[in-house]
């Protein structure tokens, strides 16, 4: 069994900065791909940014220049640094990652942190 267990989130002002944590355990040989998704509401969830075990990132472009993705594969934890926060940020965020046991490769997701940006 694995669990993906996210914190970080909460209130923040337009311009301010959050930093969410997304810390995978359980029986895991190896995690591939690591991510962070949104969904606001009445809104489709959507990628925000990913990286792969090679270390290399994408991002959505709204987020571009503001969100950076990073991992410590030691700790098989992902992180996802906001900054410059706007009010259209808000949302809840998942953890998604690609994880190896001795059943496979599956796919788990977090139970989602919410980010809210408001005055």
């Known amino acids: 069994q694995v669990q993906l267990v996210e914190s970080g989130g909460g209130l923040v002002q337009p311009g301010g900065s959050l930093r969410l944590s997304c810390a995978a355990s359980?029986?895991?040989?190896?995690?591939?791909?690591m991510g962070w998704y949104r969904q606001a509401p009445g809104k489709q969830r959507e990628l925000v940014a990913a990286?792969?075990?090679?270390?290399?990132?994408n991002y959505a472009d709204s987020v571009k220049g503001r969100f950076t993705i990073s991992r410590d594969t030691a700790r098989n934890t992902v992180y996802l640094q906001l900054n410059s926060l706007k009010p259209e940020d808000t949302a809840v965020y998942y953890c998604?990652?690609?994880?190896?046991?001795?059943?496979?490769?599956?796919?788990?997701w977090g139970q989602g942190t919410q980010v809210t940006v408001s005055s």
């Open positions: 998604n990652a690609g994880v190896v046991t001795y059943r496979g490769l599956h796919d788990y």
């Open positions: 359980g029986s895991i040989l190896r995690i591939n791909a």
């Open positions: 990286i792969n075990s090679g270390g290399s990132t």
